[in-house]
């Protein structure tokens, strides 16, 4: 279905343009696959990172891997995580004991019930 708008006013998709198969006028390859490197995302959204306050004291939480699971399971090809850090001096989640890998192998898990590519934003690398 072509679709075209003036995106001022309205929403830029609807849900029916979100439907398999739909093809927007404005953003034909939208829903085309596309390669990075050795991985193919299955469509062109990308969940840019940002931090929606759900880790607690530099973890995951069981409402952050829902929030993932439910932007995976929304159309999302590609998320990136909120900021991570090697330090615990810094934002949001940390990288600074073992526990977070299980949070890790979790949140995967969740994005890939979509087939969805979780990307983890490090960030202060170097403290
Ligand atoms: C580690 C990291 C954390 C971010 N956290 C936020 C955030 O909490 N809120 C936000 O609006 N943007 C955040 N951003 C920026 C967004 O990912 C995005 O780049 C920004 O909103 C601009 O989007 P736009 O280019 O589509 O306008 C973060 C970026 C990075 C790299």
Known sequence: MAVDRDTKKGPLLTVAELAP???HAKFP????????GPITAKNRIVNSAHQPRFAHAGHYTEQLI???RERAQGGAAVIVSGATSVTPDYLDL?????RIV?????????????????CSDA?????
């Open 21 to 23: 198969g739909a093809r």
């Open 94 to 98: 940390k990288n600074v004991d073992g």
């Open 29 to 36: 390859h939208l829903f085309s696959p596309i390669r990075l």
């Open 66 to 68: 829902a929030y993932h």
């Open 123 to 127: 960030s202060k690398m170097f403290a």
């Open 102 to 118: 299980d949070e890790y192998q979790q949140v995967m898990e969740a994005a890939m019930t979509a087939y969805t590519v979780f």
